[in-house]
């Protein structure tokens, strides 16, 4: 987030020298023409011939010499798809019965590491392996998975391959932490952000992104209520210009046991910059991933800027992921998500005119205008519908595994073109909507915030520990209903299943508990409360009202 807090206090010049006069490629300017902006992500061909988009990759990034004796796994998807996705081929199925399987043999330098036979069509199946006889080096190892399909007695065999990288890095010098990535799920692992030892855990990053100077510089006290009020992560917004000071917050971070988000958004293009600010913080405990580009699609920042950065940040520490958010709706995608692990997006939807810009006076278009919401309705599903997306365009380009989307919920307005700040309901909508659809992760634009959203967050952050027991889980299956603008997310696990769901609606609402496939009992426990309530064999949903509970 960017944008708003500019505009607040900077005249429409000042805002035209600092970034051209284009927002997400487009002119925005009234004087400017229209003109589009390019950069849309293709969307793939359709082929007439059935494909196979086969994918393999170890479930843990980064192996640490710990988990050598510990077996693992490769994860190997098979869909079958229309569309010419990246590294899909085609394959000839049998014209009847079932599809049968592949044989799946994954090396690393000719060695066999992995093999057996996984169905087609199959999702995260596991092909167990160790790691026994890798050494630990700085290089990834560059896996190769080859799958071969009989459809029947006498037909030929097809070959199909893939490629994936395996991370098994030396032990991390000076103590360094590390954050792992379980590629089964996308969440991340680390230890107690205390740095006091304890196991590795996933985390459930929840948190804000949280003014540094005039706010955490001088107020310590407020991490003590952050961490009190359940949230795991904070994000300090810089600059950080008293460095004393920013060691006096991480520090207090620290004890808190909360995790750092650390934010190079003025830096992280200028690589003496970023080498001093990584060398400076990678050695502190509670650090759980690096972020770089602030909305850097909407400021048109070079294409190669952030896997650049994402270079020089691996090169110089390699244990801790990178994130970045994306502000547009579909601009050059593939080449800033190219530079990180976690892409955030923060669809800003509440209390600004999507179609009419209150900042430039012009219309909005997938042309032209910048209205606060790239290409948006005005509504809820804008958020759903962009995480969506953002998925999709992660498995079209090979990188479903390995990168993970975020969301960012509008947690400020009242200036710009956000003429009023979202109530506390509307703040949960917008983040379980998000997780509902794949998200990992929940940093909202920013602390200080009204009491209202500050209070729904934390009773979020509190109820997320039960949570993502079902949500991180890679055990869990997930089904997803969308009923009457009710968005469902379903998780199960061992019989018991987590439904959390979210009213878009600014009128009361109800939803009769179906039977869940996979869940015994019957019982219903609610575990997160936002205006929703089960009884009688329904939910009841207040206007904008949100409720998780455990059934079976
Ligand atoms: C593959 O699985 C998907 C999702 O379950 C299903 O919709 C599709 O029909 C399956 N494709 C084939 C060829 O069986
Ligand atoms: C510091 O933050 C705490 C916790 O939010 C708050 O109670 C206190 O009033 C703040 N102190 C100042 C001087 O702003
Ligand atoms: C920097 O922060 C420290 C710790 O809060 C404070 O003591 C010092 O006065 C600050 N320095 C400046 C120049 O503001
Ligand atoms: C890059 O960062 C270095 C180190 O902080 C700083 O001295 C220099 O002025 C920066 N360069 C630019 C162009 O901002
Ligand atoms: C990025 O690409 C530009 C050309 O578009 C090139 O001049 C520049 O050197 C590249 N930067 C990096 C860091 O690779
Ligand atoms: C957006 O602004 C235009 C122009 O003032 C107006 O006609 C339209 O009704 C507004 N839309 C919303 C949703 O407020």
Redesign the pocket.
């Known amino acids: 987030m960017l944008l708003a807090a500019f505009a607040a206090f900077c005249a429409a010049s000042c805002l035209a020298q600092a970034y051209g006069q284009t927002w997400c490629g487009k002119n925005y300017m009234k004087t400017s023409p229209v003109v589009p902006p390019g950069g849309q992500f293709p969307v793939p061909a359709a082929s007439s011939q059935p494909l196979l988009a086969f994918r393999c990759e170890p479930a843990i990034k980064p192996y640490l010499p710990e988990d050598i004796l510990t077996p693992s796994s490769f994860i190997i998807d098979t869909p079958i798809t229309s569309s010419e996705v990246v590294g899909a081929a085609p394959i000839s199925l049998p014209e009847h019965g079932s599809l049968g399987s592949v044989a799946v043999t994954v090396s690393v330098n000719g060695r066999p590491l992995a093999a057996g036979l996984v169905p087609l069509n199959a999702t995260k199946f596991e092909l167990p392996f160790t790691l026994v006889g890798l050494s630990p080096r700085t290089e990834v190892y560059d896996v190769t998975c080859a799958a071969e399909y009989s459809p029947g007695l006498l037909s030929k065999s097809q070959k199909f391959s893939s490629t994936a990288a395996l991370s098994l890095l030396p032990d991390p010098p000076d103590g360094r932490s590390v954050t792992k990535m379980d590629l089964r799920t996308g969440a991340l692992l680390a230890k107690p952000a205390t740095g006091k030892g304890g196991s590795y855990e996933t985390v459930f990053p929840i948190g804000f992104y949280t003014n540094f100077g005039g706010y955490l510089d001088s107020n310590l006290t407020l991490l003590n209520e952050l961490a009190a009020q359940g949230f795991t992560v904070v994000h300090p917004v810089p600059t950080f210009d008293n460095l004393t000071a920013l060691d006096l917050v991480l520090d207090r971070m620290q004890e808190l046991g909360l995790y750092l988000m650390y934010d190079m958004r003025w ?1 992280y293009m ?1 690589d ?2 970023v080498t ?1 600010e990584v060398n400076r913080i990678k050695n502190r405990p509670n650090l759980l991933l690096w972020y770089t580009g602030d909305e850097p699609d909407g400021t048109s920042d070079p294409l190669n800027a952030t896997s650049h950065s994402y270079d020089l940040i691996n090169s110089l520490d390699g244990y801790h992921p990178v994130s970045l958010v994306l502000n547009c709706e579909n601009y050059f995608f593939t080449e800033y998500t190219s530079g990180t692990d976690i892409v955030m997006q923060d669809t800003y939807m509440i209390g600004n005119n999507v179609t009419f810009s209150s900042q430039w006076d012009t219309v909005c278009t997938p042309d032209y205008g910048d209205c606060g919401c790239d290409n948006c309705k005005g509504e809820f599903e804008d958020i759903s519908t962009r995480m969506d997306d953002f998925a999709e365009r992660l498995r079209d380009d090979g990188w479903a595994r390995t990168k993970a989307v975020w969301t960012v919920p509008q947690a400020f307005g009242g200036d710009s073109y956000w003429k009023r700040e979202p109530t506390g309901k509307e703040y949960i909508v917008q983040s379980v909507l998000g997780i509902n659809h794949g998200g990992l992760g929940v940093v909202a634009w920013n602390d200080p915030t009204p009491a209202d959203i500050k209070a729904s967050a934390s009773a979020l952050a509190l109820a997320l520990p039960t949570m993502k027991e079902f949500i991180l889980s890679p055990s869990a299956s997930f089904a997803h209903i969308a009923t009457g603008r009710v968005d469902i997310g379903v998780w199960t696990v061992d019989g018991r299943a987590l439904v959390l769901a979210t009213n878009l609606n600014y009128a009361a609402a109800t939803v009769p508990l179906a039977g869940l496939p996979g869940v015994k009992g019957k019982s219903v426990k609610q575990v997160f409360d936002s205006g929703a309530s089960f009884a009688g064999g329904k939910f009841t949903f207040e206007a904008t009202g949100t409720g998780g509970f455990i059934v079976g």
Do not use: S
């Open positions: 830096t200028n003496t910059g001093e």
